[in-house]
C-alpha cells in the first residue's frame, strides 16, 4: 500500500472539481419501504420527514406490496434465502426454471436466462452472441449497461441518431457485408420517456437481414395494452430477436434481469456470457417476489390501466402549469431545467413542500439537459399527485419559470 | 427481427462445437434451500433426495440459516421486498448505510459502498479511480469480474504471473513512471484455493509507490483468526487500500457486494462508478439477511473454526484416497482432472453415488486443467463428509485414477482430444 499525500491529494482534488462543478451526488436515507409515502432523513441527521416520492421506478406499486411480500416470505421458507453459487454450479433451483418460462410466456419469446441484474445481461449478452466480424448498431441514447456491454465486445460499433430511422437505415447499408447485423434500442428510453419505433425497425431488420435487440427495463409489465412491453404497443410481439429486461423496477424492483429472445440466442448467453458464468444466480427470496409479481400481472391489467390513468392526470397537471416537459406518453415524465444547479435547489425546494424528486444532471443526462425526471406509479393515489402538482406549481413560482421557454429559461439560470 | 436460417443455422452450429468439444454445460435443477444436503433433480424429472451438496460457496452454512431467514422476514416487513431504484435517486434505505458501515467496521476499512454483485463493484472500480495516465499491475488468475472490470478501464495494465512476486516486482520495476499504479489480487484464488501473498504484495506496493486492491469474495468471513479475510491473515489489515469483496457466497449466498477502502476513493465511487448510478439498489429484504450474518460473524468465530475442521478433515481424506489436489490454503479443494470429459463424467458418477459436485472446465478454468472443485462448509457434519468421501474413493477407483500421478492421469485420458 501506498496512499501516499500525493495520491490523496490527486482524488481529492477530483471530488471537489465534482463539488464545485455543482453535480455532487447527495444521498437521502428512506426510513421506510418503498411506495407513495415514503419516510426520508435528509440532511443526514436531520428528523424524518413523510414525503411523497415521485422519482421511483416503482412503476406498478409492487415494490412492498403485500401479495409479494407474503410471497418472499413463503419462498424463504420452502426455497431459502441465498444460494451462495453460480447458475450452473449449484445455483439452478426450480423456481428459477419456472421463473424463465413464466417471462418467456409473458414476453411471447422462445426463451429467457436470468442475470443477476438487466446491468448484467446487457454487459454480457453482447460478447456471448457476436464477434469481431459482426456490428453492432445502436440508438444513441441506449443505457449505459448497453454501452459497456457493447465495450466489452469484439464486434465493431456504430450508432444512428436517436430514434432516427433515416439514418439507421443508412447504417444498416454501410454495414450490409457484415456477418451478423444488430440493431440495439431501448424500448422506452429513461432519461426522456419516449418510445423506440419498433414496427419501423423491424420492417427495416427484415429489409436488411438484421437482429433486433431492445431494452424493456422501462416498459414490462406496463406499456402496451396488456403490459407486455414496447413490442406490444407497437404490434411487433414475436418479431424481436432478443428482449433485455428487469425486474428492479415495475417488476417487484428487488433485483434481477434477464434475456429472453431466439432460443439459441438464449442458449449462447447460458454457455458464454461471463456475468451469467461468473456471477450469483437470483437469490432464491427474490424470485420468489418475481414470480408472484408475474402472477399478478397475467391475471389483470389493472394495475397498468391505474398506472396510464395516473400519467395523463400527471403529465397534462404539469403541461396546465407551465413546465417544459419532454414529449411522450409513458410514466417517465422529466420536466426541463437545463441547469444542474437550478435542478438540485428545485429538488431541495420540492422537498420541503413534502415532494421526493431528484435533479438529474451530467452525467446522468447530458450537459445543459439537466432536469427533474418525475416518474408516475399505481402506488399513487389522485390525492399524492394533487399535492404533489401543488408543490411543483410552487417552487416553479419561486423560481419564475412557469409558462417560460427552454431558451427563456437558460437566459434566466445559464447552461 | 431478421431471425432466419441463415443466422439461426450459425448459431446452432456454434452450440454444436460445443458440445462437440465436451464443453457444453448443464444445469441441475435444485427443489430445496442450499444446505448440506439438497434435493436435486436430474436429468430433468428424476428427483434425488437426500444428495450430499460439496461444490456451493456457502461457507459458513448461512445461505438457510434460521436466524437469516428470521431477519430477512423481518426487513420484508419493516423495510420492504424491492426499492425499485438505484441509490442516489431513491433507492438508499438507513439499513444500506448500516450496511456500509458495519462492512467498514469488520474489514478494518475507512468506508464502503454497496453494489448490487461483487461482480458489478469489480466492473466499475477501475474506470472510476484511474485514467490512462495510471498502470494496473493484475495477477494473471484474477477472477472474470477483475478482467471484465480492467478491460472497460483506460489504465495500462500488465499482467504479472500467478502469485509470483518477483514477476510482480520486475513489472513494478520496468512500469515505475505512471500517474498512479495499482496492483490488483484475489485473495483466494477461486478455482485452485490458493492464498495470495498480501503482505508481500503490501511491501512491494510501499516500495514502489502504488496502492493495493484485494478481491476477498472467497476469503471474507472465515479466512484468518477472526474471518475478516486474507489481510487478517496476512497482518496487513490497514494496509490494504481496496477490498471488494461479496454477499453472495459466505455472508448469506443472496446477493450484493461491496468495495471497502480509503476513504477518497469510495467517495469518487459514489460520484463516478458505472454500476453504482445504473443499477438497483440492493434490495431490503437482502440486507435484512446480509446485516444478521454480519451481527452473527463478529460475535462468534464459531462457524469459521468449524469450517476450518471441515477443511482439515476432507483435504487429508482426498490426499489419503490418493488423489491429486492443488496447495490449497481454504476451504476450496480441487481434485484434479486435466481432462474436460473425464471431469464431466465423473461429476455424474458422483451424482449416482449421492454427492452433488461439478466438473470444472474452459473457459472457468484454463485448457488441460479440468477439475471437480469441492468447498467445504460450516453446514457440513462429518457424517456428511465420510459419505462423500466413500463416493470420491468409489469413482476413483472406478476410473483408476487412485494414486495416479498428473502425468499418468493424461495418459489415460488425453487433454489434446478433448481438451
Not at chain 1, 226 to 254: N, Q
Request: aromatic share 8%; charged share 25%; with cysteine.
Amino acid at each position: 500500500m501506498a496512499y501516499s499525500d500525493k495520491v490523496r491529494g490527486i482524488y481529492t482534488g477530483t471530488l471537489n472539481e465534482i463539488r464545485e462543478k455543482g453535480i455532487f451526488k447527495q444521498e437521502r436515507f428512506i426510513h421506510s419501504s418503498q411506495a407513495a409515502d415514503i419516510e426520508v432523513e435528509f440532511p443526514t441527521g436531520s428528523e424524518l420527514k413523510k414525503v411523497i416520492n415521485m422519482c421511483a421506478n416503482n412503476y406498478l406499486g409492487l415494490s412492498s406490496h403485500p401479495d409479494v411480500i407474503k410471497a418472499a416470505h413463503a419462498g424463504l421458507d420452502s426455497r431459502g434465502y441465498g444460494m451462495s453459487s453460480v447458475r450452473f454450479i449449484c445455483g439452478t433451483q426450480d423456481i428459477h426454471k419456472e421463473l424463465e418460462a413464466k417471462v418467456t410466456k409473458f414476453l411471447g419469446t422462445e426463451d429467457t436466462i436470468l442475470f443477476p441484474s438487466c446491468m448484467d445481461a446487457n454487459a454480457g449478452v453482447f460478447e456471448a452472441i457476436l464477434t469481431g466480424e459482426d456490428v453492432m448498431i445502436s440508438d444513441r441514447l441506449v443505457h449505459a449497461s448497453i454501452i459497456d456491454g457493447m465495450r466489452l465486445c469484439a464486434a465493431l460499433h456504430d450508432t444512428f441518431k436517436h430514434s432516427d430511422m433515416a439514418h439507421l437505415e443508412e447504417k444498416l447499408q454501410l454495414h450490409a457485408d457484415k456477418r451478423l447485423k444488430v440493431v440495439i434500442t431501448d424500448g422506452v428510453f429513461s432519461m426522456d420517456g419516449d418510445t423506440a419505433k419498433l414496427d419501423e425497425m423491424v420492417a427495416l431488420c427484415e429489409k436488411y437481414d438484421a437482429m433486433l435487440f431492445v431494452d424493456e427495463s422501462h416498459s414490462s409489465g406496463f406499456i402496451g395494452k396488456t403490459g407486455r412491453g414496447t413490442h406490444e404497443k407497437c404490434g411487433v410481439v414475436g418479431k424481436i430477436d432478443i428482449i433485455t429486461t428487469t425486474f428492479g423496477k415495475a417488476l417487484g424492483g428487488a433485483s434481477g434481469g434477464c434475456v429472453s429472445g431466439r432460443k439459441e440466442l438464449v442458449e449462447m448467453c447460458r454457455q458464454k456470457a461471463r456475468p451469467y458464468l461468473f456471477s450469483n444466480t437470483i437469490a432464491p427470496v427474490v424470485v420468489s417476489g418475481v414470480n408472484t409479481v408475474l402472477d399478478i400481472l397475467s391475471k389483470s391489467t389493472e394495475r397498468r390501466d391505474k398506472l396510464e390513468r395516473n400519467t395523463q392526470f400527471w403529465r397534462k397537471g404539469l403541461t396546465d402549469a407551465g413546465f417544459v416537459l419532454k414529449d411522450g406518453d409513458t410514466p417517465i415524465v422529466p420536466v426541463m431545467l437545463f441547469n444542474a444547479k437550478l435542478s438540485q435547489d428545485f429538488s431541495k425546494a420540492l422537498y420541503e413542500e413534502g415532494v421526493y424528486a431528484i435533479g438529474f444532471f451530467f452525467p446522468v443526462v447530458p450537459q445543459g439537459q439537466a432536469r427533474i425526471r418525475t416518474q408516475v406509479s399505481a402506488g399513487h393515489e389522485i390525492h399524492h399527485l394533487e399535492k404533489a402538482l401543488e408543490a411543483f406549481k410552487k417552487v416553479g413560482k419561486k423560481f419564475d419559470i412557469l409558462g417560460k421557454t427552454k431558451q427563456e429559461i437558460i437566459a434566466m439560470y445559464g447552461q | 427481427m431478421s431471425f432466419e436460417k441463415d443466422i439461426k443455422n450459425y448459431y446452432i452450429q456454434q452450440l454444436s462445437f460445443i458440445r462437440e468439444q465436451n464443453l457444453f454445460k448443464q444445469e441441475k435443477q435444485i427443489h430445496s434451500p442450499q444446505f448440506a444436503s439438497i434435493n436435486a433433480e436430474y436429468p430433468k424429472g428424476v428427483r434425488t433426495d437426500g444428495i450430499i451438496n460439496i461444490c456451493s460457496n456457502n461457507y459458513l452454512g448461512m445461505s438457510d440459516h434460521p436466524e437469516v431467514i428470521k431477519a430477512a422476514k423481518e426487513t420484508l416487513d419493516s423495510r420492504g421486498y424491492g426499492m425499485s431504484s438505484v441509490r442516489f435517486i431513491c433507492g438508499t434505505q438507513d439499513i444500506h448505510i448500516d450496511l456500509e458501515n458495519k462492512m467498514s467496521l469488520f474489514l478494518g476499512m475507512d468506508d464502503t459502498i454497496l453494489f448490487s454483485s461483487a461482480f458489478d463493484a469489480n466492473l466499475g472500480i477501475f474506470e472510476a479511480l484511474l485514467d490512462e495516465e495510471c498502470a494496473i499491475f493484475t495477477d494473471s488468475l484474477n477472477h472474470a469480474s477483475i478482467i471484465d472490470g480492467t478491460r472497460l478501464c483506460k489504465a495500462k495494465k500488465f499482467r504479472y504471473a500467478n502469485n509470483d512476486m518477483d514477476d510482480l516486482q520486475l513489472k513494478l520495476e520496468e512500469e515505475k513512471d505512471h500517474k498512479i499504479k495499482l496492483i490488483v489480487t484475489d485473495g483466494v484464488f477461486s478455482m485452485d484455493g490458493i492464498v495470495a501473498q498480501v503482505d508481500k504484495i503490501c511491501e512491494l506496493a510501499k516500495m514502489y509507490k502504488a496502492l493495493v486492491m484485494v478481491d476477498d469474495s472467497h476469503a471474507t468471513g472465515f479466512i484468518g483468526k477472526n474471518g475478516r479475510g486474507t489481510h487478517e491473515l496476512h497482518n496487513v489489515m490497514g494496509e490494504v487500500d481496496i477490498i471488494s469483496t461479496t454477499f453472495g457466497k459466505a455472508l448469506g449466498g443472496a446477493s450484493g457486494g461491496c468495495i471497502s477502502g480509503r476513504q477518497e476513493l469510495i467517495d469518487i465511487l459514489r460520484q463516478k462508478a458505472r454500476p453504482y448510478l445504473f443499477s438497483n439498489s440492493i434490495s431490503p429484504v437482502v440486507v435484512g439477511g446480509v446485516l444478521k450474518v454480519m451481527n452473527m460473524i463478529m460475535e462468534s468465530t464459531e462457524r469459521r473454526d468449524k469450517l476450518e475442521l471441515n477443511t482439515q478433515f476432507w483435504k487429508n481424506g482426498l490426499k489419503e484416497a490418493g488423489f491429486i489436489l492443488t496447495n490449497t490454503e481454504s476451504p476450496i479443494i480441487p481434485v484434479m482432472l486435466f481432462n474436460a470429459k473425464l471431469a464431466q463424467d465423473f461429476s455424474l458418477d458422483l451424482y449416482a453415488e449421492g454427492v452433488y459436485a461439478i466438473g470444472f472446465f474452459y473457459p472457468v478454468v484454463p485448457k488441460g486443467k479440468a477439475r471437480i472443485r469441492t468447498q467445504m462448509s460450516a453446514a457440513h457434519e462429518t457424517e456428511h463428509l465420510e459419505k462423500a468421501l466413500d463416493a470420491f474413493r468409489k469413482v476413483g477407483k472406478k476410473y483408476d485414477i487412485l494414486g495416479r500421478t498428473r502425468e499418468e492421469i493424461i495418459e489415460m485420458y488425453p487433454i489434446s482430444i478433448s481438451l
